[in-house]
């Protein structure tokens, strides 16, 4: 290696990493995911999952595992530390003739209803959530 190669590197690449570095572990987001599940610990396959405070509120998506990651612009990029009121959006799954059918119960469908509350604090929280099905009239 040239001697000006290696000073083109201690003087502009290495501080260019450890800034880089620095300033990842800086981030105020927290990596926030979990599954939802059905009390009998089988997994709803679908929907959303809506985090919400006074100032914003934050997405991710629910996998057919049940498992989602909570993201500011696209799933999984963390969100900021705060007390959050969650509730479970877009549950409702298409049963024939474009008529679609609630799976859960509709108090999990808002965050004034559902009594989920989650203090975010720690870097990575992981979360479980588990809600009722949705009740047919036969069964109220």
């Known amino acids: 290696m040239s001697k000006d190669y290696q000073m083109k590197i201690k003087t502009y690449y290495l501080p260019l990493l450890l800034l880089s570095i620095f300033l990842a572990g800086c981030s105020n987001a927290i990596t926030v995911?979990?599954?939802?599940?059905?009390?009998d610990g089988q997994p709803l396959e679908f929907g959303k999952v809506v985090f919400e405070n006074d100032k914003n509120s934050f997405v991710g998506r629910i996998g057919k595992d049940g498992n989602f990651s909570m993201g500011r612009l696209k799933d999984g990029n963390g969100i900021p530390r705060g007390n959050y009121r969650v509730y479970i959006a877009e549950t409702h799954k298409m049963i024939r003739d474009n008529k679609y059918a609630p799976q859960i119960d509709k108090k999990f469908s808002s965050s004034d209803t559902s009594n989920l509350q989650f203090d975010i604090q720690k870097k990575t929280t992981d979360i479980s959530i588990v809600v009722e099905r949705h009740k047919t009239g036969k069964e109220k």
């Open 33 to 39: 995911k979990g599954k939802v599940e059905f009390s």
